[in-house]
């Protein structure tokens, strides 16, 4: 990453543990509404407060932090007060604000912390020091078990913006109120020395042997050399209660030492396990993860463990063959086994564990069976399954788990069935079978599953649901998305509470008991895009919709809709036959996409769909009047556009390959935020763009004919402009009006060289190749601004699609899209030409990352073998810098390097059909990737895979930054 220009002063040298930082004030009148919205939760001052909010934010230095913090604390506070009372806290705050005076934000925090209770401090003070970025649930155990009451103390924490619970469960804290934390320890403290996490001074406390009755929490971590500890040393911390320890041994006799102790956390770097032995007497949490332990470690004999203990972790104990002996944890409630790649029994004695209620085997790849013995845990309300091409066996009696309430078992492709007694699970309300394609059918005694609230089952081979699953009458979600179901049960109607019906891309599925639809009342989100339904049935028009998709390549015949509709999506060949959406007045977000011979479709549908698309093409388009409450417009395919005269509301505004010579913007859309258009391969111009003086976000990619942005550089709100394969753009405007532009990328403009008018930016040249995106700093400075180089996709994923698209393939797409890596997925079920395009060989030439996966079917498709070899032929060229991944789904290594028949009788009858050079080109593609280091799927788990490829594609990135 590269920095363009700045404007900054030299950082000052601080200690490691506690930085020092110099931040700007904000202008005075931004501050004042920041700190309305977190004093009274509103964008509105409360007229008393008026005066006094301002001298605030004054004293504060209009600090972004300081405004957060003592506004939700002055909302904190005064929440449950009197008009005099709370006037009194805001008097009394300002004047210590005041009598500073206030040099930084550490002098807000101080006052914010001073008004903690003391057990709300002790949580501050652990998480500021230990658990940023931890996952809360174990520091949750260890406080309550203290009596800390720590689900009071967090919602205080986090309502005086002291932290934050993120969506995935961990602590977040503001960098600067992490090193106040640890300067309350450090320096307001400092005799107390209750906390420790700095190695050096960890060795100094131990080696000096001193009581110290204040010390809480330890951690004692050495990466590549270890360290012995000896009971005489922890002996002088006697109310030690969090204890981390890593490349650490411990010898002696520890019996009754440590009996405070209620987290320990010990990363075991070496085998050997000195005599003596642990006595944990209130231990609650052990956590051995990441540990070098195998079966016969003699640490379970030492370690004797109490009734309290309520976790034990061995995750990523990647040298496990078998689980210990559970005889002695008996009051375990958690057991977490997640990535034990090589785990592949689990001891019968789990059957002990009865207080047990989540058990996380995730990524256990080599595991083959759940033991029968698991059936028996009747407190088990969680099991966390592994995502495994290797067959996992099920026990028959799984569902005498009574108490189990959620039950995910996706990405097995290879299970075929699910034990009859799964009807058993009396508790179940979520159940999700995404990705096992083996199942064909599901057991009737799923209707069985009174309390199921939620069911997924989606990119599954089910081709019939059982008449049974009427039954659910809980039930509120039903997803059926990409299986090969071809009519709803006659039943579905008994589904009385359903809320959310999605059979989104169940192609095959027709219009047979749709009637039935129109009895599920409680109704609000219906699904059937890309389906082969022809007709929407008249009883929908009765439901109270809020959200309905539907397409087909075979509608025909769509009823008056319901008038409650806020979402409408709607794919069809002729429009002319669905309604005008007019008449739905309060519809505030509309998509029309009309299906093309570019819209990529199974192969299962390709008969007779060129000629419907040429025969549709030739019927007129009606021009669609469109409610004026609309926000979200989204056209695909769409010609001639819609009037978009009345939509004074709309901020929203997609146009995606639509046949237009120009796009004409009028000044009703004064409101509009974002402005998408793509691949208008025959747009020349957009008229009047310089009316959207609110636009925030511009895209505009695949515009081979646009030769200049017409009004762009009067669009004073810009913050996103984005440009991408637009040819003929050969000079962007001058853009020293677009003074709140902060994210600026371009990709695949060759003639778009420079920059005018940005400040910062005047002499950076721009590189044609990749995409090179600009982040401007605008807290630091208008002038300094970040750039950094990206391929146009990080990985170009290839698969022969009827064989592997709906387990690892799917899989790694999803996941990688949510880590906002960029990918080209392309396979050879939609193409029927028979050279490589433009497009893909574009793709396959600006990718970072090649991925093949190598299954039965594979050699086969000429297509396949096409892309392998143009992969080869850019990896090479690229003298190291891009790399290829071979993924051996199915097959072995051996048959890829065509040792064995499987391959090289597919290739052998090409010969037939191609020529013989081209033949042998792709025999030398398959022999040479076979010999490159990758992934054989049975083992690895698919969590594995996707970590080892994320690695891989950072590791590029890098490369690709420092080049540039």
């Not at 890593?246 to 102790?261: A, D, R, V």
């Not at 004026?628 to 010609?639: E, F, H, T, V, Y």
């Not at 990985?795 to 880590?819: A, P, T």
């Amino acid at each position: 990453m590269t920095q363009v220009g700045s404007s900054n002063k030299e950082i000052l040298n601080q200690p490691k543990e506690i930085s020092c930082y110099e931040v700007q004030g904000m202008r005075f009148d931004l501050a004042l509404h920041l700190f309305y919205k977190h004093a009274f939760k509103s964008d509105y001052v409360v007229e008393e407060y008026d005066a006094c909010s301002s001298e605030i934010v004054r004293a504060v230095g209009m600090l972004p932090l300081a405004i957060v913090v003592i506004g939700s604390n002055l909302f904190d506070w005064g929440k449950d007060l009197g008009h005099l009372d709370k006037r009194e806290i805001w008097d009394e705050t300002l004047k210590k604000l005041k009598e500073g005076p206030f040099e930084d934000v550490r002098d807000t925090l101080m006052i914010s912390y001073e008004r903690l209770e003391d057990k709300h401090q002790e949580v501050f003070l652990d998480i500021a020091c230990f658990f940023i970025n931890t996952d809360r649930t174990y520091p949750v155990i260890m406080w309550k078990d203290w009596g800390y009451f720590p689900l009071i103390a967090m919602r205080v924490l986090s309502q005086r913006s002291l932290i934050k619970i993120r969506d995935d469960n961990r602590f977040w804290m503001h960098d600067q109120v992490r090193d106040f934390g640890r300067y309350i320890v450090r320096q307001v403290y400092p005799h107390k020395f209750c906390r420790v996490w700095i190695r050096e001074d960890a060795l100094k406390l131990l080696k000096g042997k001193k009581r110290n009755e204040d010390m809480v929490a330890l951690s004692l971590t050495f990466d590549g050399c270890s360290r012995s500890i000896a009971c005489e040393e922890l002996a002088a911390l006697p109310n030690l209660r969090f204890l981390r320890a890593k490349g650490i041994n411990f010898f002696g006799n520890f019996k009754n030492l440590l009996s405070e102790l209620r987290w320990f956390s010990w990363e075991i770097t070496q085998m050997e396990f000195y005599e003596g032995s642990f006595h944990f007497a209130n231990l609650v949490v052990l956590d051995l993860s990441r540990s070098n332990i195998r079966d016969d470690w003699d640490g379970w004999s030492h370690i004797q463990m109490t009734e309290k203990l309520k976790v034990l972790d061995l995750t990523d104990c990647t040298k496990l063959r078998r689980t210990p002996d559970f005889s002695n944890f008996t009051s375990l409630e958690t057991l977490v086994l997640a990535r034990c790649s090589n785990l592949l029994t689990i001891h019968p004695s789990i059957s002990k564990l009865q207080l047990l209620e989540t058990l996380n085997i995730k990524g256990c790849s080599s595991l083959g069976e759940l033991p029968e013995e698991v059936c028996s845990l009747q407190s088990l309300k969680q099991i966390v399954m592994p995502q495994n091409f290797q067959l996992l066996k099920l026990p028959e009696r799984i569902g005498n788990l009574k108490s189990l309430s959620s039950f995910v078992l996706n990405e097995h492709p290879k299970i075929c069935q699910l034990p009859d007694s799964i009807g058993g699970m009396a508790n179940l309300t979520y159940l999700s079978l995404h990705g096992c394609v083996g199942i064909k059918e599901l057991p009737s005694s799923i209707g069985e599953l009174k309390m199921l609230v939620e069911l997924q089952i989606s990119t599954l081979g089910i081709v019939e649901l059982p008449n049974s699953i009427g039954n659910l009458k809980k039930l509120r979600m039903l997803t059926l998305c990409r299986t090969k179901i071809n009519e709803f049960p006659h039943t579905i109607g008994g589904l009385e509470m359903l809320e959310i019906l999605n059979a989104h891309r169940s192609w095959d599925l027709t219009d047979k008991n749709l009637e039935e639809i129109g009895k599920l009342f409680h109704l609000t989100t219906l699904n059937l895009a890309f389906t082969s339904v022809s007709r929407l049935p008249p009883e929908i028009s009765r439901l109270h919709l809020q959200r309905l998709e539907v397409g087909s390549i075979e509608l025909q015949q769509v009823p008056a809709l319901p008038a409650s509709l806020k979402f409408l999506a709607v794919q069809a060949l002729d429009f002319s036959l669905v309604p005008q959406p007019s008449s739905i007045t309060d519809l505030e977000h509309l998509e029309l996409q009309r299906f093309s011979n570019s819209t990529k479709i199974p192969r299962s549908t390709w008969q007779d769909y060129h000629s419907k698309v040429e025969g549709a093409m030739l019927r007129e388009q009606p021009s669609y009047q469109l409610p004026s409450r609309l926000l979200a417009l989204k056209l695909r395919g769409i010609s001639p556009l819609p009037h978009f005269s009345n939509l004074i509301n709309l901020t929203v505004l997609h146009v995606i390959d639509c046949a237009i010579s120009h796009l004409p913007i009028n000044p009703g859309l004064t409101h509009l935020r974002e402005l998408f258009i793509r691949r208008c391969k025959s747009l020349e111009k957009i008229p009047g763009l310089s009316l959207l003086r609110s636009l925030e976000r511009l895209e505009l990619k695949g515009l081979n004919r646009l030769v200049e942005i017409q009004g762009l550089s009067e669009l004073e709100s810009l913050q996103y402009l984005i440009l991408s394969s637009c040819d003929l753009i050969g000079q962007l405007p001058n853009l020293s009006k677009l003074g709140k532009l902060q994210h600026l990328e371009l990709e695949a403009c060759p003639n778009v060289r420079a920059i005018e008018g940005i400040e910062g930016l005047e002499s950076w040249v721009l590189d044609s190749h990749g995409r090179t995106i600009l982040e401007r700093l605008l807290d630091v400075s208008r002038s300094t601004w970040l750039s950094h180089r990206l391929p146009m996709y990080d990985v170009f994923l290839s698969f022969r699609g009827r064989d592997s698209r709906f387990s690892i393939v799917n899989f790694l797409h999803y996941e990688m899209l949510q880590d906002r890596i960029s990918v080209h997925s392309d396979d050879d079920d939609s193409r029927s030409n028979e050279r490589i395009g433009e497009e893909i060989l574009q793709a396959l030439a600006n990718s970072n990352i090649y991925i093949p996966v190598f299954s039965r079917n594979y050699a086969s498709s000429y297509w396949c073998l096409r892309k392998l070899t143009q992969m080869v032929k850019c990896t090479t060229e690229s003298r190291g810098k891009r790399r290829i991944l071979p993924m051996f789904y199915d097959v072995e290594i051996d048959d890829v390097k065509l040792e064995t028949d499987l391959y090289k009788s597919d290739l052998d009858k090409h010969q037939t059909n191609f020529d013989h050079s081209e033949v042998k080109a792709w025999k030398e593609a398959l022999i040479e990737v076979a010999a490159m280091r990758g992934f054989i799927l049975r083992n690895n788990s698919y969590e594995e895979v996707l970590r080892l490829v994320t690695e891989e594609i950072y590791k590029a990135r890098k490369l690709l930054d420092v080049d540039s």
